[in-house]
């Protein structure tokens, strides 16, 4: 039976090209993982999702838990079978969402209490019952339980909030236990302290994790501040595990991430503009909303082979977005997915290739210039 593995097949500079192996399948690094919160990728089928490139979704433990409840997920035979989604899974651990979305949080040492965004009623969550969650799920990556740090924080508030997601990721290693063929992955912590990311990152080698994620960033901190974290935070990490940058981002803040030294990012960016008519090109953000589109015959982009770009005009696209049909959603979706894992297999190719420096050159000369001019 395949274990967890992960083997590098080419780096340059700081960018990682490698392959994380699963019994359910691999995933290619680095790695574009779209967001499923609630057992559905938004507005589109999971083979749809496959079809854009997709080797592993996320799914969202907290919303899971609430509704349908990881229970009765886990009598219908786990997360896979119940989405009809069979590659790998990642779960993250709840803790973000109680903090961003319920509310009368009362958290202690041991754990955080709240009541339910959805009906008000009761939960709990602790290291110990966020990895009996992602076990009901099914999860093929479980993330440890911890507090993301809000931003900004005073030094000794987020050194207080680091130490403590410390001690829950050694609860957490303790209570997910052995488990052949699955991931447990630590979070680093520690703001935008150096001196506090160094600290958690010994401390999460010293329980060891089969990768590490670095936690507190995109949380309002902005580019420049995460790209500052973010030059020295995934050397801290171990070179011959998976490095994962937590709900990031736009198109340009994954292509500075992985010339970082990232390998896995989630984000819902590119599924949550699809339904709000926010398109992700090769040269920049095009809002399908503009009356600039309404008699415009041309795809979004004539290179994407998505079937939004295939089939449908800009002028299709904006009346199905100004009518609300369901299909807009639908179509800026696959096009905002497939553009995301365009970009993901071409930083692959180009790290492979020893030419990433010219990819980047590329990328950003194509957004500088802009959408196509009007007819
Ligand atoms: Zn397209």
């Known amino acids: 039976m395949t274990q967890f593995s992960f083997s590098l097949n080419a780096t340059d500079g700081k960018a990682r090209q490698g392959v994380i192996q699963m019994p359910r399948g691999e995933i ?42 990881a229970e009765r997920i886990e009598r219908l035979g786990g997360l896979h079978k ?26 202690s040492e041991e754990g955080v209490t709240f009541k339910s965004h959805i009906d008000g009623s009761k939960h709990h969550l602790s290291p110990e019952r966020s990895m009996e969650i992602q076990r009901m799920l099914g999860s093929d990556i479980v993330m440890c339980f911890d507090e993301c740090t809000p931003f900004p924080a005073e030094e000794k508030v987020s050194l207080e909030s680091m130490r403590m997601s410390m001690r829950w990721a050694e609860r957490s ?15 680093q912590q520690g703001s935008i302290f150096s001196e506090q990311r160094a600290e958690s990152a010994e401390k999460l080698k010293e329980i060891g994790f089969d990768g590490y994620a670095i ?31 937590m709900g990031v981002g736009k198109p340009d803040d994954i292509v500075g991430a992985v010339a970082r030294g990232i390998d896995m990012m989630d984000c819902v960016l590119p599924s949550r503009s699809g339904r709000t008519g926010q398109v992700f090109t090769r040269h920049g953000v095009v809002n399908i909303k503009n009356a600039r589109h309404q008699d415009d015959p041309r ?39 497939h553009y995301y894992q365009e ?33």
């Open 215 to 245: 936690g507190g960033l995109a949380v309002g901190e902005g580019q420049a501040t995460m790209f500052d974290v973010l030059d020295y935070a995934p050397d801290m990490l171990p070179a011959d595990k998976p490095r994962y940058l």
């Open 28 to 69: 290619r690094t680095p790695a574009f993982m779209p967001v499923g919160t609630a057992a559905t990728v938004k507005a589109m089928l999971p083979e749809s999702v496959a079809a854009t490139g997709a080797d592993i979704l996320l799914g969202n433990t907290y919303h899971l838990m609430l509704r349908p409840t």
């Open 82 to 107: 119940f989405m009809n989604w069979y590659k790998p899974i990642l779960t993250d651990s709840g803790g973000f969402q109680v903090m961003s979305l319920s509310s009368l949080r009362k958290m």
């Open 343 to 375: 970009l993901m297999q071409g930083m692959r190719d180009a790290i492979q290739e020893n030419r990433f420096d010219a990819f980047q050159k590329t990328f950003f000369s194509q957004r500088t210039e802009g959408d196509i001019e009007p007819l």
């Open 299 to 337: 795809p979004l982009d004539e290179e994407c082979t998505c079937p939004a770009c295939s089939n449908y005009s800009r002028a299709y696209l904006h009346h199905v977005f100004r009518a609300q049909e369901m299909i807009s959603g639908m179509l800026l979706t696959w096009h905002n997915l």
């Open 173 to 187: 290693r303790a209570a997910f236990g052995d488990r052949p063929g699955y991931a447990l992955f630590g979070i």
